[in-house]
């Protein structure tokens, strides 16, 4: 009786043997637990199979009278356990499958409360005491859709497995859900090329009619816009959106007009206009994913045009929905953006904090490429130059295969690496053919602020066309101003030099982007300080700003890269001198 099982287990806490939980506060308050793990193991092995399917069963039959749901995951490992203590046979038949309903149970409670990788724990469990092709097919596509939201590559594992036993099974319904699900975690991953032959080979085969056909072309437009495709992108975005016709599908509509908004970069307002419309339908779906990944591609094209304050509050708003929706893909993201706004808005110690907090994450290699690399910078201007050097080679390592355009920005930040090196020849030669790279619209500007670093000024007119085909956004423009000024230093065009570089300082401090308007100002002392007040003070003040993040050495490295620019000092009234801001992040 329990008078009787209380009192053994008295016994063996007194033996300390067993520790029983008396803390108020804890959810597992009045259990008892073995102190030794060992102990645990050599009193389980002792009991025969036929004892412990009868305890795991009588535990699992006792939990479900209790109609827990928080014991939903407990349920099923007891219901495992009895299955395997259960020679093959009818009885195990029935052990398996009431384990299989157990854990199918616990994943979807898991997954509902945005506990992925239990979820996904579950499910391949339920895969290991299921027999029956067609059911490991669907638990292999759940699987794969939770991984999606985790930092690994199993998704693209389970999504595999999934397509082959679906083929096997002759589902063509389940071959194209799980190919959709493959290439949604292969972009992920930078598997682009991969992603859209499959999703092409499949649709091939796919009629119009097909139950997932809208969903499938929705991921392809996805696919093309990765891969610097985006005309065939919003082609096939249309397409997508043509067969849902009336029907009310708020979370594929609003998925795929994101798509289609971001691969109109080039065409900000109108892709503006479409990604808050779908922003608001992802809010009214309830479907956090969608409603991540919406805002997450609003910043990518807002970038340009906000400020680092309006760009870090958006970023914060995205991290905070990546962590109530366990999604740890995006929350890294979310917080490498917020490391990089953080240094180009001068605050060096949040910058540190946050590239700290990343370097204990596990990443995936696109945000480890990412990690690397925003590393690398920050260690260039800080004078760690062994540091940046390993992070940069380490980084190109890392995304070697990788094939979405989501890479395009990396030129653009070994650029900026090789700027804080002092190396502002190579960052010239790089900006400049980043530049004229594919789809390129929301790199320009940190392509053509990193490369107006150098100190070749008669180089930075190689930019000017490439700025003029991009898109009219106020970090384009300051582009523009900053390049302009290059230009008149290279053709000794003195006061339009110092007009388009005072303009330049103005728009950076409106921006408020403290690192590259510091180098602007840098730039102006140098080519401009022997000749005008104005410039020497704005020099003067921006090295100021940089020792704060420990950037003494870069100012100092700097200023030596530049030519000597002899001239007689010229009267002018000193301008307040202004030390602005540097660049927003690819998202």
Known sequence: GGEELESGLDRLVKRELLLRDDDPRSPERGQYRFLQAVVREVAYESLAKKDRRAKHLAVARHMESLGDDELAGVLASHYVEAYRATSAGPEADALGAQARIALRGAAERAAALHSHASAVHYLEEAVTVTTDPAEQAALYERAAESSTSLSSNDAVAHATQAIDLYRAAGDADGVLRATVLFAR?????????????????????????????????????????????????VTTADQALAAIGGRRLPRLTADILITRGTALQSRPDEAVAILRGAVALADRSGHIPTMIRGRNNLLTVLSGDITVDELDALCRETAELARRGGDARFLAQMLLSIADTARDAGNWAECDAVLAELGAMDLDTFRMTWYLLSLAARQAFCSDLAGAEANLALADTVSTGVDTSAYGTKRAFIALVHIGMGRLDEAMEISIAAAAGPNQESSVPLIAISAAGAADPARAADLQADLDDAPSTRLNQVARRQVAALVAVSEQRWDDARAAFRAALEEFEALGQVLYGSMAALQFEAYLGARFDDARQAGMAAATTLAEGDGTGFVERYRAAFPAMSAPPVSVVPAKARVPVDAEQPA
């Open 185 to 233: 975690s292969g972009l992920l991953l930078g598997l682009g090329s991969r992603a859209t032959s499959a999703l092409e080979n499949v649709l091939a085969v796919t009629p119009p009619d097909a139950e997932g056909w809208a969903a499938a072309m929705g991921e392809l437009a996805r696919a093309y816009m990765l891969t610097a495709r985006s005309e065939e992108a």
